[in-house]
Nanobody, 114 residues
Framework: VQLVESGGGLVQPGGSLRLSCTAS????????MGWYRQAPGKLRELVAR???????EYGNSMKGRVIISRDGAKKTVYLQSDSLKPEDTAVYYC?????????WGQGTPVTVSS
């Protein structure tokens, strides 16, 4: 599975973020697809992921401030947040996981600053 991410960039505090990730290649019928992030000097952490049956799961980092959704026909997941904080600054990575298989996107940087 190959993952192509889009979105990100410079966002003002309190501003909005919309990330997209599209999968291609031969996938699995049961999988999770979602977003992780890694800030400088910190471990990579879960932001949100969604299952192939559309069940979302949110990490603690942005819970309550972010929504994940998917378009199965387009093999695309979306991450939307409308209340970004400077501490949300990080590289955001798309992930596709099924059992022991895991694929990562190249990462898209998000900087929250005025």
């Amino acid at each position: 599975v190959q993952l192509v991410e889009s979105g990100g960039g410079l966002v003002q505090p309190g501003g909005s973020l919309r990330l997209s990730c599209t999968a291609s290649g031969r996938g699995f019928s049961i999988y999770h697809m979602g977003w992780y992030r890694q800030a400088p000097g910190k471990l990579r952490e879960l932001v949100a992921r969604i299952s192939s049956s559309c069940v979302p799961e949110y990490g603690n980092s942005m819970k309550g401030r972010v929504i994940i959704s998917r378009d199965g026909a387009k093999k695309t997941v979306y991450l939307q947040s409308d209340s970004l904080k400077p501490e949300d600054t990080a590289v955001y990575y798309c992930n596709y996981q099924s059992g022991d298989y895991s694929a990562w996107g190249q990462g898209t940087p998000v900087t929250v600053s005025s």
